[in-house]
């Protein structure tokens, strides 16, 4: 391509007659804070390049200058709709690092934050995806229930959205048996909600003529990608880190992991909402069985004074011992995974035996995502771009640590 | 904290699911990644760097597990390259693993690794025109710290500033 | 003094072409319709969509005044004039279609014996004044230069050959059945039976096409906002860009008076009560109409609540392979009726 | 126990036209249904207003008797919004700056003394950036008792069965 003149500082280049090249983002409707190259030809993309380095916030790099409990709180804000999990995966990393098992209390309550964290996360995604095809009543339904389960968090934690829950070798703070029945109420109104999304959204013959066919991810092709969550499942591959490797209370639940053949945008929508009912079921068996006990390891709680003893009985709320200002893991390296709302993160850990981490690694399941949006769009109208954006539920900020 | 006297060096706590190889020379890397690929690892789940100024390395660290293979399914494998600081280059996996082609991109523009046979090879998360050359997530590029004291100002130290 | 100005009330105000274009179904109810009808949209969207709508201004009366609020702040607002748009074409384009917009009226009667313009083909001649507009769409589209309008020009120009001639076709299934092309007679013969009764074929045809030519979802195609930013108008703002909202409810209240007068009995039922002439014979029947008019473009802005956006290749197909043929089985209903009437 | 995967198909591809008129109806329908009895998940947030439960993690206070300036609450805040300041001789006292806190609340819980603690007021508007760095007395001050007293209506917010969240007046 020759450059042909300078235009308000921009250099244009000349391309071919039939083709156009479209900006989609990042100042664009749709687009999240992200942008996506397209060539166009006719209303057909021909060609796409995502760019999305629009919201970089050297989380890896800043990680390394931050104590290791600080940095819990850096990496939620990766998906801040799905707190829960992206801390947890960090912790359980430094767990493994400094060696510390959390008790089985903490364990359930860390998966009933994960459930409860999956659910408002997927319908955060499919009320972008909704707007995205036109449809502003799911939009405001999937948003508006999503409230439900933020409150939900929030009594857990004390926090709406940045959750700030686990520490390592447990969870910062009980719950009460009025909260389990609360969030019985809650999971009985979404699943009855999850009936009226069918007959205004995906059996709406106008939304479901946008998801069929669109955007087909072959398993072949899924699995080449590197794909990761509903997404991948959505394609016919079985694979979920809560089967493979379990962590939290999951290995104490029975559940089911969706699986659709299709791999399109309906296959996905229907994933997602299939994940929704698996989830309420989930904590459905987890508040029957939550055992009684500790939520923080012995290890530390051996080093509570009276004052502290005497609020956590008062509160349930577990004050930190000072040790926790100065964690000093041992040199050595760890990885912890966890599988969020959109897919596996993993986090890779090495500790040089500093009160700082020597280096981190996170891949997020967006990330690993993006690489949808080059290759999907392909051969699909423009129309389609939002509807293939939105049906990944890709998360900008996550991507782009 | 980035001089560490206490370097790390390779001791695995990983769990023992884990396996783990590390390969002295970029060389071999090609070949070795094809006999993964064979037995069943198909996708990367990460491709990083660690820079390690002492010994004047930097450690290419890939994790690849199985998303067809039942038995592979629950592992991380992890990989690690020893490459010269001085020269960091290694053949590109994108032709056995197509997943990694973002995930290069990133490792070139934060550790300065080249990937000799990428054919898309440039900045994906940060700017390419702007980019002032010290690969941000090398040691070398260094953050400023904070106190934790607060520097105070005549009207502030009184309390009675709104 | 007070004389003279109710000679000019009179003469000028009340005289039939001026009040048509001024007053009724002209440029005054039209805004307060726009102002009830966007209120309206907005309120039933909230209603289903678990919030309140707007309430900010006025909330005694539901926010009901909240379009004058915007339109205060869109004439107060600093119209942008980008540099590389085209810019007297860019100026035209919105002022020059929303008055476009009204003209139909200047055709269409609201009462049996006071009209604008004694025409024969009433009907034809308000039909062939709907179809300029979208003309002005893609002239604001091109002269733009922007990439997001100009598909959205295109996108408009798709659509105007689809739905135009579902348009006329289900017109013209009405209009065999009344033998007539002037909206008067039309109306006077849907004395017993109302034309959506006669031919709801048609009907159905008719509303889908006012649909997809009003740009009311499901066929909110040409400034699909998550695909196409805002399509032909992407780079207006102030004024202008309120003009350019206001044009396609403009457009689809003009249809819907058409709509009423055509298919749903006018000023059916005609009554006379007593006093001046004027309050029997164009006051009451207006209002007839309006409402009527009213009613029917509530149903179309209830869709945008329950329906996404269809593709535009979706949108054409539909158009082509399936509302084309239900408005030519309407006009084989309408030519039967007709038919079997005579032979009876 | 423990997870199993499940493969499924998507029911009911390529509907007939019927079943797509009986789909578009029943929307319709259900979008009738929630015009006349909506269900509303908002509320007017200027005239009334959400106080959290007890426990939420709003703006943090200061019991200046109980604190005994260990900065630990310094040491440990993930965003360097709480600093410590000279009081007085040999007094030190915690200062939050809340241009940069981001309410993780580790201040709060690692306090020995349990000296600091959450308020449940959220919303605060700043009419600069000096005025977002709360010390001194500034800092002991309560702000859920100036809200409580407020004119506006309060609420709690609580889970339900059919309605999803109800808004119960406090007063």
Redesign the interface.
């Known amino acids: 391509m020759e450059q042909i003149n300078n235009v308000g500082g921009f250099s244009a280049k000349k391309v071919d007659d039939k083709t156009?090249i479209?900006f989609f983002g990042p100042q664009?409707?749709?687009s999240g804070h992200m942008r996506i190259i397209v060539k166009l030809d006719g209303?057909i993309i021909v060609e796409s390049d995502p760019?999305?380095?629009y919201v970089?916030r050297?989380m890896?790099?800043?990680s390394?200058?931050?104590?290791w409990?600080?940095?819990?709180?850096?990496f939620e804000r990766l998906a801040i709709l799905d707190a829960g999990n992206v801390t947890q995966a960090y912790i359980i990393a430094l767990e493994?690092?400094l060696n510390v098992e959390p008790p089985p209390r903490a364990l359930y309550l860390r998966t009933i934050l994960s459930e409860i964290n999956r659910i408002s996360s997927h319908l955060y995604g499919m009320g972008i995806f909704?707007?995205?095809?036109?449809?502003?009543?799911?939009?405001?339904?999937f948003f508006?229930?999503r409230?439900?389960m933020v409150?939900?968090a929030?009594?857990i934690?004390?926090?709406r959205l940045?959750h700030?829950y686990h520490i390592p070798g447990g969870v910062?703070?009980d719950v009460s048996n009025a909260f389990l029945e609360?969030?019985e109420?809650?999971l009985?109104?979404i699943e009855r909600?999850l009936k009226?999304y069918e007959?205004?959204f995906v059996?709406?013959?106008?939304?479901?003529?946008?998801l069929?066919n669109v955007g087909v991810l072959s398993r072949e092709r899924?699995?080449?990608?590197?794909?990761t969550g509903p997404n991948?499942r959505a394609s016919?591959?079985?694979?979920?880190v809560?089967?493979?490797?379990?962590y939290g209370a999951?290995?104490?639940?029975?559940?089911?992991?969706?699986?659709?053949?299709?791999g399109d945008a309906?296959?996905r929508t229907?994933q997602r909402f299939?994940e929704i009912r698996q989830s309420i079921s989930i904590l459905r068996q987890l508040i029957k069985s939550i055992p009684e006990g500790p939520v923080l390891n012995e290890k530390y709680l051996k080093l509570f004074?009276k004052?502290?003893k005497d609020?956590w009985d008062a509160?349930k709320?577990?004050?930190?011992p000072?040790i926790?200002?100065?964690l000093r893991p041992p040199?050595?390296?760890?990885?912890g995974?966890v599988e969020e709302g959109r897919g596996?993160i993993?986090f890779?850990l090495?500790?040089?035996?500093?009160a700082?981490p020597?280096?981190v690694?996170v891949?997020t399941p967006s990330?690993?995502n993006?690489?949808l949006l080059?290759y999907l769009p392909v051969g699909e109208?423009?129309?389609?771009?939002?509807a293939i954006y939105g049906s990944i539920d890709y998360f900008p900020p996550e991507a782009?640590? | 904290m980035t001089d560490s006297s206490r370097e790390f060096q390779g001791t695995s706590l990983l769990s023992e699911k884990t396996s783990e190889i590390i390969i002295d020379s970029p060389d071999q890397l090609l070949p070795l990644a094809k006999q993964l690929k064979d037995k069943g690892y198909d996708h990367v789940i990460s491709l990083s760097a660690v820079d390690y100024p002492k010994s004047n390395e930097l450690h290419l660290v890939i994790h690849i597990s199985s998303y067809t293979k039942r038995d592979l399914q629950p592992k991380v494998f992890e990989l690690r390259v020893k490459l010269k600081k001085s020269e960091p280059k290694v053949p590109s996996l994108i032709n056995i693993w197509p997943s990694v082609e973002f995930q290069e991109r990133e490792a070139y523009e934060m550790f300065g690794i080249v990937f000799e046979g990428h054919p898309d090879l440039r900045n994906i998360l940060l700017d390419q025109e702007e980019f002032s050359g010290v690969h941000p997530l090398l040691k070398d590029f260094k953050i400023p710290e904070e106190d934790i004291t607060l520097k105070l100002k005549e009207d502030v130290k009184s309390g009675t500033n709104k | 003094m007070l004389d003279s100005f109710i000679l000019f009330i009179k003469n000028i105000i009340l005289w039939p072409p001026v009040f048509y274009l001024l007053i009724a179904p002209g440029l005054v109810t039209i805004l307060i319709s726009l102002l009830l009808l966007i209120w309206a949209e907005r309120k039933i969207a909230g209603r289903i969509q678990m919030r309140y709508g707007p309430l900010e201004i006025s909330p005694k009366i539901g926010g009901a005044i909240q379009l004058v609020a915007d339109l205060t702040r869109y004439m107060l607002q600093e119209i942008i004039i980008p540099r590389t748009v085209d810019t007297l074409p860019y100026l035209i384009a919105p002022i020059a279609g929303f008055i476009i917009s009204l003209l139909p009226v200047a055709a269409i009667p609201i009462s049996p014996i006071y009209f604008p313009s004694p025409m024969t083909n009433s009907i034809i001649v308000a039909l062939a004044l709907t179809t300029l507009p979208p003309i002005l769409n893609i002239l604001a589209a091109w002269a733009s230069n922007n990439k997001f309008s100009l598909i959205g020009g295109a996108r408009e120009s798709f659509l105007i050959a689809a739905y135009e001639l579902i348009v006329i076709l289900s017109a013209i299934g009405a209009m065999v059945i009344y033998g007539t092309s002037d909206f008067t007679e039309a109306v006077s013969l849907q004395k017993n039976l109302w034309g959506i009764i006669l031919n709801p074929i048609s009907a159905i045809a008719f509303y889908v096409a006012v649909l997809m030519a009003t740009g009311r979802f499901p066929f909110e195609i040409a400034e699909a906002e998550a695909e196409i930013v805002m399509g032909a108008y992407t780079e207006y703002s102030g004024l202008l860009y309120g003009l350019s909202m206001g044009i396609s409810y403009t457009r689809m209240f003009v249809y819907n008076v058409i709509f009423s007068l055509l298919f749903l009995g006018g000023w059916q039922p005609f009554f006379t009560i007593g006093g001046h002439i004027f309050i029997s014979y164009v006051l009451i029947p207006a209002t007839v109409v309006i409402l009527k008019a009213l009613i029917v473009s509530l149903t179309m802005v209830f869709t945008r609540a329950i329906y996404g956006r269809l593709r535009i290749d979706q949108a054409l197909g539909g158009a082509w392979k399936f509302w084309f043929l239900v408005a030519i089985v309407g006009l084989i209903w309408g030519s039967a009726l007709t038919y079997l009437q005579q032979v009876i | 126990m423990g997870g199993k995967y499940v493969e499924k198909v998507v029911p009911s591809r390529n509907l007939s036209l019927l079943n797509k008129a009986k789909n578009h109806a029943e929307a319709l329908a259900l979008g009738a249904k929630f015009l006349v009895r909506p269900l509303r998940i908002t509320y007017r947030y200027p005239i009334v207003k959400e106080i959290p439960d007890q426990g939420y993690r709003g703006l943090i206070v200061l019991d200046d008797n109980k604190c005994i300036g260990c900065s630990l609450c310094a040491r440990i805040c993930p965003a360097s919004a709480m600093k410590m300041f000279q009081a007085g001789e040999k007094k030190l006292r915690p200062a939050v700056n809340y241009e940069r806190c981001v309410f993780c609340g580790y201040c709060v819980d690692i306090c020995p003394e349990n000296a600091l603690k959450h308020a449940r007021t959220h919303d605060v508007v700043f009419e600069s950036g000096e005025s977002m760095l709360y010390i001194g007395e500034k800092f002991t001050l309560d702000p859920d008792t100036q809200i409580l007293s407020g004119k506006v209506r309060i609420y709690r917010v609580r889970v339900d069965e059919k309605r999803g969240l109800i808004y119960e007046p406090i007063r």
């Open positions: 156009l479209l664009h409707p749709s209303d760019d999305i380095g970089h050297t890896e790099k800043l390394e200058t931050k104590e409990i600080k940095n819990s709180v850096l493994k690092l909704a707007i995205m095809i036109g449809s502003s009543t799911g939009y405001m339904w508006g229930d409230e439900i409150q939900l929030e009594r934690t004390g926090s940045t700030t910062r703070r609360e969030l109420k809650g009985n109104y909600r009226d007959v205004m059996n709406n013959p106008i939304i479901r003529s946008r069929e899924a699995i080449e990608l590197g794909v991948l016919g591959v079985s694979y979920d809560r089967v493979e490797e379990p999951y290995q104490f639940v029975d559940f089911e992991v969706p699986v659709y053949k299709e309906l296959a229907f299939d004074t004052k502290m609020i509160e709320r577990v004050k930190f000072s926790f200002a100065n040199a050595g390296k760890a990885y995974r596996e993993f890779y090495e500790s040089s035996g500093e700082k020597y280096r690694r891949v990330f690993r993006s690489i080059k109208r423009l129309a389609d771009l939002p782009d640590r």
